[in-house]
T-cell receptor, first 113, second 111 residues
Framework: NAGVTQTPKFRVLKTGQSMTLLCAQD?????MYWYRQDPGMGLRLIHY???????AKGEVPDGYNVSRLKKQNFLLGLESAAPSQTSVYFC????????????FGQGTRLTVV | DAKTTQPNSMESNEEEPVHLPCNHS???????IHWYRQLPSQGPEYVIH???SNVNNRMASLAIAEDRKSSTLILHRATLRDAAVYYC????????????FGKGTHLIIQP
């Protein structure tokens, strides 16, 4: 099992460019999440999904869009990148329920110049 | 949202036990207490979770106060590989709205 795989691992964007981050999980998890982590900070939730075709906003959703067309994939889009979106992005997935363990990807380091 | 409070950093010696505290005074009855750790340049990884009773697994133990307003993660014999940022988080019964991470505790292990 690969677990949670994020693509790409590194990316440099120019201000105003767009890109999509891909998260794929092979554990048949219902729930998927996108977080961002800034230096010296904990993770902050951007968007999440409780099932195929459904998404919801987290703590810091502005400037991002998401889609969950297939159960195993969760895409995070930046339509017009800004330097404030320079961060490390983590995807996670889990089964439903408060006791469920979340599995995280290795992260995507994004720099917007 | 239920929030947690942890010390910014702690230091311990290798092969000694480590007790990492967490306060969660606004915890609700259906909130689970989860601990994750993040090694340098990696994503967080699950350590342990509990609801009311103390819990043990191969990585650590979790001691939960009787009033559930605080908990302690116990590493019984720290190694250099345990040096990481440890996050105490709460999840509601449904778990749908994800984990809320604070800044965590940066655990430093001295050889």
């Amino acid at each position: 099992n690969a677990g949670v795989t994020q693509t790409p691992k590194f990316r440099v964007l120019k201000t105003g460019q767009s890109m999509t981050l891909l998260c794929a999980q092979d554990m048949n998890h219902e729930y998927m999440y996108w977080y961002r982590q800034d230096p010296g900070m904990g993770l902050r939730l951007i968007h999440y999904s409780v099932g195929e075709g459904t998404t919801a906003k987290g703590e810091v959703p502005d400037g991002y869009n998401v889609s969950r067309l297939k159960k195993q994939n969760f895409l995070l889009g930046l339509e017009s990148a800004a330097p404030s979106q320079t961060s490390v992005y983590f995807c996670a997935s889990s089964y439903p329920g408060g006791r469920a363990e979340a599995f995280f990807g290795q992260g995507t380091r994004l720099t917007v110049v | 949202d239920a929030k947690t409070t942890q010390p910014n950093s702690m230091e311990s010696n290798e092969e000694e036990p480590v007790h990492l505290p967490c306060n969660h005074s606004t915890i609700s009855g259906t909130d689970y207490i989860h601990w994750y750790r993040q090694l340098p340049s990696q994503g967080p990884e699950y350590v342990i979770h509990g609801l009311t009773s103390n819990v043990n697994n191969r990585m650590a133990s979790l001691a939960i106060a009787e009033d559930r307003k605080s908990s302690t993660l116990i590493l019984h014999r720290a190694t250099l590989r345990d040096a990481a940022v440890y996050y105490c988080t709460l999840t509601s019964g449904g778990g749908a709205d994800g984990l809320t991470f604070g800044k965590g505790t940066h655990l430093i292990i001295q050889p």
